[in-house]
Every structure is written in structure tokens, then in C-alpha cells.
């Protein structure tokens, strides 16, 4: 039998000209692969076009449109966009298994979340165990899950608010240890792994971030990255944050899905299953974070300094 590796088949990314996606894209490119890349717009996708890309747009409910992206191909990365709604994301899912299944694509790697493990009570993340839930059920497919830490891109929502009420508020507990990682390292772990097609079956792998961090301490270090060093961490009650969400301009029923992540994150419900070690490990630290991304963002969009 001829090694998957071997073939210069075609890899499918969803998501591509999203945080995570558009790295993979790039880097499978980049080694001389055949990269397909699949989002709602063709604009957004253009960037991969002039280096070798087939863009496809199609919608992640769109079971007719994935199967024709997946046919065919070798490999898949699979991810849910980010929540809508509790019912989007079931049909999303839906959707995805089932284009997987018709393909007859034998490879996937698809973005999860730590706390996946968890069947309901957390939030966004009950979505992501359904689809997970979903795409084991299908035979013969190799499927490595990636549940993701807590995204230290997340904190950039919190900008406006430093820069309105110079203090970070949110619900989470302020001195609660919880992984966090930069969506980079996201995309370089699972580029890898397409690249590689190392593994069979089914299997899951936690990606922990550099190190656990409070809310407390990540307040601490975007104070010092961006001169403000006094910035302080204040916690919110869940009802106080679930206004601040909407006054984001989240509608209601999807401040609350949020507001149940949260709950279920302090009470320890969402919380990582594996060890520490060096595979779980990235390379970001937060500080870095801070330097390549918090701070130019913080800074582009201040108003004053
Ligand atoms: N935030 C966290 O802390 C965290 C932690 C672990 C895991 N996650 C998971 O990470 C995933 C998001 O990954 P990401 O950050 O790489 O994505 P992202 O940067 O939010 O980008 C989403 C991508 O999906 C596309 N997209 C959005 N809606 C779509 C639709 N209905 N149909 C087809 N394409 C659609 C977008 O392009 P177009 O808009 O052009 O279509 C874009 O390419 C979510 O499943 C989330 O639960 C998040």
C-alpha cells in the first residue's frame, strides 16, 4: 500500500481565512501541496489563490457543498466557526459529518476545545463535543481532535474597556489557573500533523498553551505591555458581564451560551484532562502574545496614549 504521505493528494481547510485555517493554508503551500481552502467569501480566500490555492466558498451548513470539497481529497482540517447559536452549530456539525462520510475522506484533523469531554452545561464547547461526538462515529476515518485552550486572542475583546473604564472586567475568576494559547500555535500544531498524517483511528490531544495563567496575572502582563502598569482585574457577576456582552452587540441568547462557558470554566466543570507535558506544551507565552499582538492592537486603536 502506498503511504498517504506519499501522495501529493489534496488537503481541505475550513475555515482558511480564520485565525487557525489561514496558517494551515499557508504553511501546506508553502511545502508544495495541493490546498484547497473553503470559506463564505471568495475575497477573503483570494490571498491563497496566487500561491496555488483552489478556493471554494461554501457554506458550513451546506452538506452538498463540503462533500464536493472533500471528495477526492486526502486529508481535511475541521473546525465550527465560532457560535451563532446552540441549533447552527448541531446543523453545522451535521452538515460536516456528513459531507466527511459521503467523501469517503479517510484523514481529518479537527479544532476543538479542552472541556470537549464534557457532554452539556458548557456553553460553545457542548457544540464542539457533539461534533465530536459525530465525526467518531464514522468508520474508517482517521480523526485527530485538537482541544484548544482558552485563546489568549479572546482577551483582545477587553481592549475598548481598558481604554474606556481602565480596568479589565470579566467573570472569570480572577486567581483560577486555566490554559492559554495563542491561536498561531493552533494552526502551526495542526499544519504539522496534516503535513505529517501521523495518526490513525481516533485520537484526541489537549494543547495547553505555554502555561496556566489567571485572569489576574494575564491582566498584570497586558498592563506592563502596554504601559499601563497599575491596570487592575476586576470580576464581574455573571449578570453584570452578561450586559457588557450585549452592549458588544451579542444578541442575548448568545450572551448566555457564553455566560454558561464561563460558569462551567470557575467551577472547574471545563478544565483540562491531561498532564502537562512537552507534546501538550506551545511555544507562545503570554508575554509574547502581549508584545506581537495585544500591544499593536491596544495601540492601533487608542484613541489617545
Ligand atoms: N475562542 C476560544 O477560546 C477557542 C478555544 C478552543 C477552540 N475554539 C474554537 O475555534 C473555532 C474557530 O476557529 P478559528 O479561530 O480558527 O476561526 P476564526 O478565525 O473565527 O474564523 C472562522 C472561519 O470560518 C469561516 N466561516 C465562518 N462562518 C462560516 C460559515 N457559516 N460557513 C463557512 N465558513 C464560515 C470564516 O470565513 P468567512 O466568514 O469568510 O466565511 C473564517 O475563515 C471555533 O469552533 C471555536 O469554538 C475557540
Known amino acids: 500500500m502506498v503511504s498517504p504521505v506519499a501522495l501529493n493528494g489534496m488537503y481541505v481547510i475550513l475555515g482558511a481565512s480564520g485565525n487557525t485555517g489561514s496558517i494551515i493554508a499557508d504553511f501546506l503551500l508553502s511545502k508544495g501541496k495541493n490546498v484547497r481552502v473553503v470559506g463564505r467569501d471568495a475575497r477573503r480566500l483570494q490571498r491563497f489563490v ?18 464536493k470539497a472533500f471528495r477526492g481529497a486526502l486529508a481535511a482540517y475541521l473546525l465550527l466557526p465560532p457560535i451563532t447559536s446552540r441549533e447552527d452549530q448541531e446543523r453545522q456539525s451535521d452538515a460536516i459529518a456528513k459531507a466527511v462520510k459521503e467523501s469517503g475522506l479517510r484523514y481529518a484533523v479537527y479544532l476543538s476545545s479542552y472541556g470537549a469531554h464534557v457532554p452539556e452545561g458548557t456553553g460553545p464547547v457542548t457544540g464542539l463535543h457533539s461534533s465530536e ?21 479572546n482577551n483582545l475583546a477587553a481592549i475598548s474597556m481598558i481604554q474606556g473604564m481602565g480596568i479589565f472586567g470579566h467573570a472569570l475568576l480572577p486567581d483560577l489557573k486555566l490554559p492559554m494559547m495563542a491561536t498561531r500555535d493552533v494552526g502551526d500544531y495542526a499544519a ?7 495518526f490513525s483511528g481516533k485520537q484526541t490531544r489537549e494543547l495547553l498553551g505555554e502555561r496556566d495563567l489567571s485572569m489576574a496575572e494575564a491582566t498584570a502582563i497586558i498592563g506592563r505591555g502596554i504601559g499601563k502598569p497599575d491596570l487592575r482585574y476586576v470580576q464581574f457577576p455573571y449578570d453584570r458581564m452578561q450586559q457588557v456582552l450585549e452592549q458588544m452587540g451579542m444578541p442575548p441568547t ?19 484532562q491531561e498532564p502537562r507535558s512537552q507534546e501538550n506544551t506551545t511555544p507562545t507565552s503570554f508575554e509574547k502574545f502581549v508584545q506581537e499582538v495585544f500591544a499593536p492592537a491596544y495601540h492601533g486603536k487608542a484613541v489617545t496614549d
Do not use: C, W
Not at 50 to 67: C, H, I, N, Q
Not at 134 to 150: E, F, V
Open 133 to 153: 461526538q459525530k465525526l467518531n462515529a464514522i468508520g474508517g476515518l482517521n480523526l485527530l481532535h485538537l482541544r484548544a485552550a482558552y485563546y489568549m486572542e
Open 192 to 198: 504539522q500533523r496534516l503535513l505529517d498524517l501521523n
Open 50 to 67: 496566487p500561491k496555488g490555492g483552489e478556493a471554494l466558498t461554501g457554506d458550513m451548513s451546506d452538506a452538498v457543498a463540503l462533500t
Open 254 to 272: 448568545k450572551a448566555a451560551v457564553y455566560i454558561e462557558m464561563f460558569k462551567a470554566i470557575n467551577t472547574g466543570v471545563l478544565a483540562a
